[in-house]
Each structure stands twice: as C-alpha cells, then as structure tokens.
C-alpha cells in the first residue's frame, strides 16, 4: 500500500500532482519547531520552494494517515522488544556513568540517554546484514545492532575483550560481524562511510546482480549536518539513489552551541527535497513514531527508490560528555524534555493498551540489569591487550600488507611470500 511518506513520486515532477505536499496551512509554524526555550530567528517557510519539490510532510501526518485511531501500531512481541532494547541502552549508559567516574574509562565518553527512541526505533526494524554507523555517541546504536554488552563495556574498560580488542574505545565500536560500520570521533566522517556502505549494497545487486537489498543507517547530529561533508553525501546519495537512510539525532546542541544560533535554516528535514529526496521531522522522543517513519524509508531504500532524510528531534539527558558539567543548557529545558522521557512515554503506552503488565516489564529491567551487572564483571576480569597490539594499525605498512600480532611487518616474515608470486 501506498502511504503518504512512500509513494513514489518524480522527484522533480510537477507539484499539482503531489498530494503528498502539504498545504502551506498544514506546515508547523515556526515558533512551535522544536522545543528549545529558545526562539527560532528564521524566515517562514518558503511554501513555493517547497512546494516545487519532492514529498515533504510532518510525520505527525503520516502516522496520523497511517493509522486508524483504534488499531495499535505495534504488536505485544514488537513492544517488548522495543522496550527491552531502550531499557538496554539506559541502563548500560548509566553503568558506564558510574564506572567512568570510578576510573574504569579513560578519554571522552559521550552518553545517549534520552535519545533511545532513535537507536531502538530505526535498529531494530533492520537485519544483521543491512549497516549502522554512528558517532562518537555511539555505545547504543551498538547495542541496538546486537553487539553485546559484554564486547562493548569491555571496549570501553580498553580490555582485549572488546569489539576492537580495547583499541577503540568509547567513541569507536565497530563489528564486522553486525555490520556495526563505526563510531566515529570527528563529526561527520561517518557519512561518506555509510555513503559508501550504501553504493557497495547498490554496486552488488545491480553490477554484480547479487542477492542483496541491504540498507545503512548513517546516525548523526545537528551541530554535524553544518558539516560539509553532509551536504556531498546527500548530494551523492541522491544522485546515484542509495539505499541510505540519513537520520539526524537533532538534540538541539552541538556540546554548549544551541542549533538555533548556529544554524542559517534550524529545520534540518528541509534540507532533503533541496537534495530530491524526502524529508522528515519526527518526535525522536516517541519511538513509535520514530519506527513508523523508519518503516517507510527503510523500505523506500529496500525497493531501490533511494535515500531519505530523517530528522529526529530528541534530547540528551545528561551533560554532552561526562566530561561537561552541562551548565549551559535552561533548565526549563531540561526539565521539558526529562517530562518526555521515551521509556515512560513506550511503558505507559504498553500498559494503557494492555500489551503488557508491570509485572512484565519488571521482568525485563530485572534481566537488563543483571545482564549489564555481568557485562561489567565480564570487562572487569578480562586481560589488557598484549604489548604486541600497541603497534597494530597505528603505523601506515610502507609495504601495504599489514601489521601482525606479533608487531612486525607481516611482509618481514619469511614465510609471507609461500606459494604466491612475486610481490
Ligand atoms: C571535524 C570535527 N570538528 C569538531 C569536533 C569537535 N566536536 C565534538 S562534538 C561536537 C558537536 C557535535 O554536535 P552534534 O552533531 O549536534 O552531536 P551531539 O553531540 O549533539 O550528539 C564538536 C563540534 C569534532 N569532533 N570533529
Ligand atoms: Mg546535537
């Protein structure tokens, strides 16, 4: 069925056709974007430019489209899921809180509570085989994508238990195995990477005519998308039509610079017809909505009708680092967003439509708990990497073939050249 976010429309084709565009009347006035305290010092939207593009609407439409008032968007299985996933990521986060300042972390360490709606409503809708890559915050979108507890706190403790074998740390998680494709630490290098996670997806089903119809998620900030290399990927995404899906984490800060100062046109979303793909803002504090926007372009990407831009506005809980005592932001603020905590909002929504009981819920958090209590042990007692790793991947190989465990050049053993040509 065709819904009003994926119908397939020509992307510079004739406005009068698309009755995915809102009336200019329909279109959230700008003081009510966002929920910053602050105020927005931008122009109205220019509904001609709009209205000369590709599909634009409020996801508030779509999920109100979608849905009849009296059927639940999810199902009790896909609740608990759901649920168990956020409670996962806020509980984890909160032990690397308590383990950070008890000396067990070293460097940067970037928290995502408040912002689960995001990870859970986009990661768990995805396969093992389609990719995320994140940011420096990036501890959750890990989790979601099912690297375990166990191989991220331990990443994190720098123990040769990690998922890259205590070499990357907090802002780092990466897993081949999940196609967990990265946390990066400069803002922004993410995106050309799942640029080109993308292009290998649509490069093996259409040159090579394999089997393949694998999506990425590219996760990443506001302060991020005044980042140039946003604008190429978009640009790229578009033009080549990859199975991308770019979801903007907009938690109205980029450490202590508020987005509404810093950005020319605050509403990120925007930015995607500019481009010829579809732009969304959602409530990145209700994952409901979240995964019905992400339903739809995770299936647009699926179908090879190309990538989509999806701005979240949500907010961090806690300080941008645990490093920031987080004294720049209103308190107003804070507590206007804490009111909105996503696990409450899933919890009261689960219970109300009796999809599921406190009791199971508890049940949940009791599991969750024990399981990042043993992720700790787990980290606590494993072994610091050999001295032998220092030097694995920090040296350019002037031969190209590597570094060994061992720490020398692979090229330098004897045996490297066995059985193969000259090289
Ligand atoms: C290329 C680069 N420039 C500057 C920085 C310093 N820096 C670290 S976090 C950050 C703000 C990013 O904000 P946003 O994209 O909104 O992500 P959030 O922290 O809010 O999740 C900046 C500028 C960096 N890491 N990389
Ligand atoms: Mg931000």
Avoid at 403 to 419: A, L
Wanted: hydrophobic share 35%; with cysteine.
């Amino acid at each position: 069925m065709a819904t009003a976010f994926s119908a397939t429309l020509p992307l510079h084709g004739s406005s009068q056709e698309n009755r995915l565009l809102l009336p200019p009347t329909r279109l959230p006035p700008p003081s009510s974007f966002l929920g910053s305290t602050r105020s927005l010092p931008i122009r109205r939207l220019n509904h001609a430019h709009a209205a000369r593009r590709s599909p634009v609407v409020a996801v508030q439409e779509i999920v109100k489209e979608k849905k009849p008032t009296n059927s639940l968007l999810i199902t009790k299985e896909e609740g608990l899921v759901l649920y168990e996933d956020m409670i996962l990521g806020r509980s984890f986060e909160d032990m690397c809180a308590q383990m950070y300042y008890r000396g067990k972390m070293f460097g940067f360490v970037h928290l995502y509570n408040g912002q689960e709606a995001v990870s859970t409503g986009f990661i768990k809708l995805l396969t093992k085989s389609d990719s995320v890559v994140s940011t420096y915050r990036d501890h959750v979108h890990a989790l979601s994508k099912g690297v375990s507890a166990r191989a991220v706190m331990s990443e994190l403790f720098g123990k040769v238990t990690g998922c890259c074998r205590g070499q990357g740390g907090s802002m780092h998680m990466f897993s081949k195995e999940h196609n967990m494709l990265g946390g990066f630490a400069f803002i922004g290098e993410g995106i050309p990477v799942a640029t080109g996670a993308a292009f290998t997806s649509k490069y093996k089903r259409e040159v090579l005519k394999q089997d393949c119809d694998d999506v990425t998620v590219a996760f990443f900030g506001d302060g991020t998308c005044n980042n140039g290399q946003f604008y190429e990927c978009l640009n790229m995404a578009a033009l080549y039509k990859l199975p991308i899906i770019f979801v903007v984490e907009n938690n109205l800060w980029a450490i202590g610079m508020s987005h509404l100062r810093s950005t020319s046109d605050p509403e990120i979303w925007k930015k995607g017809p500019a481009f010829g793909m579809p732009g969304v803002h959602v409530d990145g504090m209700d994952v409901l909505k979240v995964r019905e926007v992400a339903k739809e372009a995770v299936s647009r990407a699926r179908r090879g009708e190309g990538p989509t831009l999806v701005e979240c506005e949500t907010y961090r809980f806690r300080g941008h680092s645990l490093a920031d005592p987080d004294e720049l932001r209103d308190a107003a603020e804070k507590a206007k967003y804490a009111a909105r905590d996503p696990i409450t909002a899933l919890k009261k929504y689960l219970i109300e439509n009796k999809l599921a009981n406190e009791g199971e819920l508890k049940t949940i958090e009791k599991k969750i708990d024990d399981l990042v209590e043993e992720a700790v042990e787990f980290a606590d007692a494993s072994p610091q990497p050999g001295r032998s790793q220092l030097l694995e991947n920090v040296f350019a190989d002037p031969k190209g073939f590597g570094i060994g465990p061992d720490g020398r050049y692979r090229c330098e053993d004897p045996k490297f050249t066995e059985g193969t040509a000259q090289v």
